[in-house]
């Protein structure tokens, strides 16, 4: 049995009962124009060696995070290095480097977790979807067992420069075809938004039923 989940390989998605196609996830995406703020941030981050996971996640993943917060005030909040351990037997456990709740103000983590981040140093971001795809499932677990039926969660792996993004639905998991990435901040901050927008389909942390 796997230890965590980072020991997740694409073969082993099967034994979770996930099925897992490549796909586009985003209609129209309306770019987004990042803030001064964002910008002097990254200007400033980029003089600082950025050769580890730890630095990169720091100076150019949680400042998206910051500006998207800071743009849509009281929709969600994220926690940074979360140990979740939701499921030891089917190794559901470990360390996840960040968690999206709809809970804005929630001083600990509580559902409904809607989407999580996974930050890599030089692994090629397809290759490591199966670890962001194992924490996803548990992050679905993790609502449900508060009795909170999500009917999607989203997830991301990225390398700070480069984001893939990916999508639990049902039993079914679609990997983005697309790529986004600092090259073209305001695209990237214009899917993040559309992630963000599909929040409203949640009230109080329970999904609509009308």
């Known amino acids: 049995m796997k230890k965590a989940y980072s ?3 694409s073969e082993d998605l099967a034994f979770l009962g996930l099925s897992v196609i490549g796909g586009h996830l985003f209609g129209p995406i309306v770019p987004q124009n990042p ?3 964002l910008l002097e941030t990254f200007a400033l981050n980029r003089e600082i060696p950025l050769n580890s996971e730890k630095a990169k996640s720091e100076l150019l993943i949680t400042p998206v995070l910051v500006e998207l917060r800071k743009q849509n005030p009281k929709k969600f909040t994220f926690f940074s290095g979360y140990q979740f351990d939701v499921d030891t037997s089917r190794g559901l456990k470990g360390f996840c480097d960040y968690l999206i709740s709809t809970r804005y103000n929630a001083a600990f983590l509580v559902n409904p977790i809607v989407a999580v981040v996974e930050a890599k140093q030089n692994q090629d971001l ?3 979807s199966p670890q962001c795809i194992a ?3 548990a992050a679905k677990l993790f609502n449900e067992q ?3 039926l999500q009917p999607y969660i989203y997830g991301a792996v990225t390398n700070g ?5 990916l999508k639990l639905e049902n039993d079914t ?3 983005d075809k697309e790529r986004y990435g600092l090259k073209n901040l305001p695209e990237l901050l214009g899917v993040w938004q559309l992630i963000i927008d599909s929040f409203s389909d949640l009230v109080g942390g329970v999904p609509r039923t009308t």
């Open 173 to 175: 998991v679609v990997i």
């Open 7 to 9: 020991y997740y390989k």
């Open 126 to 128: 397809f290759d490591a």
């Open 35 to 37: 803030s001064p703020w």
């Open 146 to 148: 508060a009795g909170d």
């Open 161 to 165: 420069y480069e984001w893939l993004f």
């Open 135 to 137: 924490e996803m499932y």
